[in-house]
C-alpha cells in the first residue's frame, strides 16, 4: 500500500541539470522526513539529501552546493533538483521515507521506492 515512485532520470552530459521527482502515498507525507539516497556502479548506497516535517534541510558534502532537494505537501512529492552534474554523479537515486528526524543513515528509513537512473556522460 505504501508507494514511493521516482521519476525523471536520464542520459545527460556533465554539467547539466535534471530534476527527480517522488510522489509518495500509503502513508501521512506531511509527517514523514524525506530523503534521497544513490547507489553508483560497485559502490555502497550513499546518503545525497535529506527535508525534514518542517522543510529544513541537509545535503551530504558531494552534492551541496548542486543539488537541492524540495517538497510539495499539497501533492505528496519531493523534488531533487540537480545542477553541474558530474560523472560522479552516476547512480539509480532513491526516494526514501522515515519518521522523526533527519538522519543520513539509510537503515533509518522505513520506505523507499523503486529507483531512478541517472547517467551523466563526460
Known amino acids: 500500500q505504501v508507494q514511493l515512485v521516482e521519476s525523471g532520470g536520464g542520459l545527460v552530459q556533465a554539467g547539466d541539470s535534471l530534476s527527480l521527482s517522488c510522489v509518495a502515498s500509503?502513508?501521512?507525507?506531511?509527517?514523514?522526513?524525506m530523503g534521497w539516497f544513490r547507489q553508483g556502479p560497485g559502490k555502497e548506497r550513499e546518503f545525497v539529501t535529506t527535508?525534514?516535517?518542517?522543510?529544513?534541510?541537509y545535503y551530504g558534502a558531494s552534492v551541496r552546493g548542486r543539488f537541492t532537494i524540495s517538497r510539495d505537501n499539497a501533492k505528496n512529492t519531493v523534488l531533487l533538483q540537480m545542477s553541474s552534474l558530474k560523472p560522479e554523479d552516476t547512480a539509480v537515486y532513491y526516494c526514501a521515507a522515515k519518521t522523526g528526524l533527519m538522519s543520513v543513515s539509510s537503515d533509518m528509513y522505513e520506505y523507499w521506492g523503486q529507483g531512478t537512473q541517472v547517467t551523466v556522460s563526460s
Open positions: 500509503g502513508f501521512t507525507f506531511t509527517k514523514y522526513t
Open positions: 527535508i525534514s516535517q518542517t522543510s529544513g534541510t
